[in-house]
């Protein structure tokens, strides 16, 4: 079982349509979350990190559950330039070599 | 404000031949690191090197060795590449403080072929 999990898609929106993914870890003692956007061909960008309280960054909610452990990320209103892959990224400790990718979710929203 | 340079973009290898793949930051982050990307599979880590003059493997380390000539710079060397070694490498550097890590930024990217 790979320790980041995420469900590969793709996802097909119509505009406007809300869409949520989903990221599982399994190392209970994973400190720091975040999601990453990769455009084809492209480098991976931060899009926001996951704190536990839940944030917002206009249309994108991200929430963690530790309990579940578990983190989401909620699409509102989707835009023809939300395709792309999302990454789930989990920190199981301090500093970056303990940094695990998730393979990422495909997104296709359509016209 | 250029963040994480790196090069070649392309490169196609022959078995055995070596390269190097150049990364520099100019955002003064301590910490950097090599990835690889295959198909279907997540970013996984080559090399890190969390501050000027200490190196440690990832984990896939196997095949490559790495240098961190400054603050600024950190290598990747395919010593005698393989097939299994075709994919696209992303070279990053982060913002590491009281051990949290704040994000990555990523180069964009090396795509290697070995044939």
């Known amino acids: 079982r790979k320790e980041v999990e995420q469900d590969p898609g793709p996802f097909n929106v119509p505009e406007g349509a809300t869409v949520a993914f989903n990221c599982t870890y399994s190392?209970?003692?994973?400190?720091?979350f975040f999601w990453y956007r990769q455009d084809c061909r492209k480098e991976p960008k931060l899009l926001m990190s996951v704190y536990s309280s839940g944030n917002e960054d206009g249309r994108f909610t991200a929430q963690l559950n530790r309990a579940s452990q578990y983190i989401s990320l909620l699409i509102r209103d989707s835009k023809l330039s939300d395709s792309a892959t999302y990454l789930c990224v989990v920190n199981r400790g301090t500093g970056g070599f303990k940094t695990i990718f998730g393979a990422g979710t495909r997104l296709f929203v359509k016209a | 404000n250029a963040g994480v340079t790196q090069t070649p973009k392309f490169q196609v290898l022959k078995t055995g031949q070596s390269m190097t793949l150049q990364c520099a930051q100019d955002?003064?982050?301590?910490?950097m690191y090599w990835y690889r990307q295959d198909p279907g599979m997540g970013l996984r880590l080559i090399y890190y090197?969390?501050?000027?003059?200490?190196?440690d493997k990832g984990e896939v380390p196997n095949g490559y060795n790495v240098s961190r000539l400054n603050k600024r710079e950190f290598s990747l060397r395919l010593e005698s590449a393989a097939p299994s070694q075709t994919s696209v490498y992303f070279c990053a550097s982060s913002e590491v403080w009281r051990g949290a890590n704040y994000g990555y930024t990523f180069g964009s990217g090396t795509r290697l072929t070995v044939v």
């Open positions: 190392n209970s003692a994973s400190q720091s």
């Open positions: 090197s969390a501050s000027e003059g200490t190196t």
């Open positions: 955002m003064n982050h301590n910490s």
